[in-house]
């Protein structure tokens, strides 16, 4: 329950940032300055922020519902149990290593 809660908050936390940076992506650019590859590059962080946060959603929604479902409806019971707790404990530094990527990325932007 310790590492489901751990993924439902970071999911929730990944979601507002991807939001945060969809406002970036719609923000109108200034029009009296031309600079194209200032705009690549700001375009380029904040697509890269917004990707990172929408696989922490995806990985996250995807342990938090799978996992609990391994552990109860498993066919080899402790087995599976332990099964579903070791893929949580392993993924939670992707996850994690991810969600920080996508936020000083989001910063940088």
């Known amino acids: 329950d310790w590492y489901c809660g751990n993924y439902q908050t ?3 936390q990944a979601a507002m940032l991807a ?3 969809f406002n970036f992506i719609t923000a109108p650019m ?3 300055q031309e600079n194209t590859l200032l705009e690549f590059i700001y375009f380029y962080c ?3 922020a ?3 946060e929408l696989g922490v959603i995806v990985i996250s929604s995807y342990l938090s519902v799978w996992a609990p479902s391994l552990a109860l409806r498993g066919k080899r019971g402790a087995t599976d149990l332990h099964k ?3 893929t949580l404990r392993d993924y939670q530094a992707l996850v994690f290593s991810c969600f920080m ?3 000083v990325i989001y ?3």
């Open 19 to 21: 939001g945060f940076a």
């Open 30 to 32: 200034p029009k009296d």
């Open 107 to 109: 910063f940088i932007a």
């Open 46 to 48: 904040v697509c890269a």
């Open 84 to 86: 579903a707790c070791d």
């Open 50 to 52: 917004m990707g990172a």
């Open 10 to 12: 970071i999911s929730g």
């Open 101 to 103: 990527c996508g936020w």
